[in-house]
């Protein structure tokens, strides 16, 4: 039965690789977006500064999806915190307001991340059956 | 069903990037407003684009007038930026416009500006506008000079603007310099921003510009 879930659950791997690649994509284009002005030459420094650390995380990921769902999870729930945090600067906005600003900036980031994270951790629990 | 789930969560996600792709341009709250000084005039706030300046199209506000006087030999963007490197304002920013009026007909002027992280970690940013992109000529009293948007930088696409805060920062800059002279909130410039929130954008600005006049 065990051998059998295990053998179900061989393509969690890939998925979690290819979501890992999308989401390092989805990020690079994601920050050249943001960057004030919108995407130039010169956003290519400070996001580099962001998105080597990133793709260390990721080759952590694939060579220890445990330790790799771990942080990931981990930086989206930092960069969640941080950006809800950032919400109580003082403002004249109801607080329903801010919040769906602070979330509308930061979840399409943090919520592939998660789910990134998650398959990561689906990865690990998928050998052990 | 786990493979259901994954498919359906991959179509939330791609679908999520790019609604929230498209973000640059932020709006002011009041109405643009041409300031003049004597005869020379500008827009008190800059524009992500330079084809496009209408309220809904706008970057920062315009803060800080730096002027000289007849004696001052150089009042002009390059003396300005290499006056601040010795604050931490070493690394370059995108460029973004602004529109001045020096000769009789309006010009934009692009500039990156100069600010202190480059990261965008926890950094202070101002950029500077001239007609000729070098300064502008006012003989009656502001003599060279060029105006200047400021605004912070923090967590790269996270949290910006904060103008009132930057410009404060940069005036205390100004301060630590001989011979410099710092008028805060020296005129009404027409740009106030109550605290709010745009996207990412934190808007603060009180509507008076400040002036520094350079020795």
């Given at each position: 039965?065990?051998?059998?879930?295990?053998?179900?659950r061989?393509?969690?791997?890939?998925?979690?690789?290819?979501?890992s690649?999308?989401?390092l994509?989805e990020?690079?284009t994601?920050?050249?977006?943001?960057?004030?002005?919108?995407?130039?030459?010169?956003?290519?420094?400070?996001?580099?500064?962001?998105?080597?650390?990133?793709?260390?995380?990721l080759?952590?990921?694939?060579?220890?999806?445990?330790?790799?769902g771990?942080?990931?999870?981990?930086i989206?729930a930092?960069?969640?915190?941080?950006?809800?945090?950032?919400?109580?600067?003082?403002?004249?906005?109801p607080?329903?307001?801010?919040?769906?600003?602070?979330f509308?900036?930061?979840?399409p980031?943090?919520?592939?991340?998660?789910?990134?994270?998650?398959?990561f951790?689906?990865?690990?629990?998928?050998?052990?059956? | 069903?786990?493979?259901?789930?994954?498919?359906i969560?991959?179509?939330v996600?791609?679908?999520?990037?790019?609604?929230?792709?498209?973000?640059?341009?932020?709006?002011?709250a009041n109405?643009?407003?041409?300031?003049?000084?004597?005869?020379?005039?500008?827009?008190?706030?800059?524009?992500?684009?330079?084809?496009?300046?209408?309220?809904?199209?706008?970057?920062q506000?315009?803060?800080?007038?730096?002027?000289?006087?007849?004696?001052?030999s150089?009042?002009?963007?390059?003396?300005?930026?290499?006056?601040?490197?010795?604050?931490?304002f070493?690394y370059?920013?995108?460029?973004?416009?602004?529109?001045?009026?020096?000769?009789?007909?309006?010009?934009?002027?692009?500039?990156g500006?100069?600010?202190?992280?480059?990261?965008?970690?926890?950094?202070?940013?101002?950029r500077?506008?001239?007609?000729?992109?070098?300064?502008?000529w006012?003989?009656?009293?502001y003599h060279?000079?060029?105006?200047?948007?400021?605004?912070?930088?923090?967590?790269l696409?996270?949290?910006?603007?904060?103008n009132?805060d930057?410009?404060?920062?940069?005036?205390?800059?100004?301060?630590?310099?001989?011979?410099?002279?710092?008028?805060?909130?020296?005129?009404?410039?027409?740009?106030?921003?109550?605290?709010?929130?745009?996207g990412?954008?934190?808007?603060?600005?009180?509507?008076y510009?400040?002036?520094?006049?350079?020795?």
């Amino acid at each position: 039965m065990g051998t059998n879930r295990n053998v179900n659950r061989k393509w969690l791997r890939p998925v979690a690789f290819v979501a890992s690649i999308a989401l390092l994509i989805e990020i690079i284009t994601w920050g050249l977006y943001h960057y004030e002005g919108g995407p130039s030459w010169v956003a290519v420094i400070p996001l580099s500064i962001y998105v080597v650390p990133f793709i260390g995380c990721l080759i952590i990921a694939w060579k220890k999806p445990f330790l790799g769902g771990i942080v990931l999870i981990g930086i989206a729930a930092i960069l969640i915190i941080y950006s809800l945090a950032l919400g109580l600067s003082p403002t004249s906005q109801p607080a329903l307001t801010v919040l769906w600003m602070r979330f509308s900036v930061i979840l399409p980031i943090t919520f592939p991340m998660l789910i990134t994270g998650v398959l990561f951790l689906m990865v690990k629990e998928a050998k052990h059956l | 069903m786990l493979k259901k789930i994954v498919l359906i969560l991959s179509i939330v996600i791609v679908t999520t990037v790019f609604t929230a792709l498209p973000v640059t341009a932020n709006t002011a709250a009041n109405p643009l407003v041409v300031l003049s000084l004597n005869g020379d005039q500008f827009v008190n706030y800059d524009f992500d684009n330079n084809t496009t300046f209408t309220q809904g199209r706008v970057d920062q506000a315009v803060t800080i007038i730096f002027f000289g006087n007849l004696s001052t030999s150089t009042v002009d963007k390059s003396t300005i930026y290499a006056a601040f490197d010795s604050n931490g304002f070493n690394y370059g920013g995108s460029t973004i416009h602004g529109r001045v009026n020096d000769t009789g007909s309006w010009v934009t002027n692009g500039d990156g500006g100069r600010k202190t992280s480059a990261a965008d970690i926890n950094g202070c940013h101002y950029r500077l506008y001239a007609a000729n992109g070098v300064n502008m000529w006012d003989p009656t009293y502001y003599h060279k000079y060029v105006v200047a948007t400021t605004h912070k930088d923090m967590m790269l696409g996270v949290d910006y603007g904060h103008n009132e805060d930057a410009e404060t920062l940069i005036l205390q800059c100004a301060i630590g310099h001989p011979g410099w002279a710092v008028f805060q909130n020296y005129a009404w410039f027409g740009n106030y921003e109550a605290p709010r929130w745009e996207g990412a954008q934190y808007w603060d600005n009180n509507g008076y510009g400040s002036a520094v006049r350079l020795p």
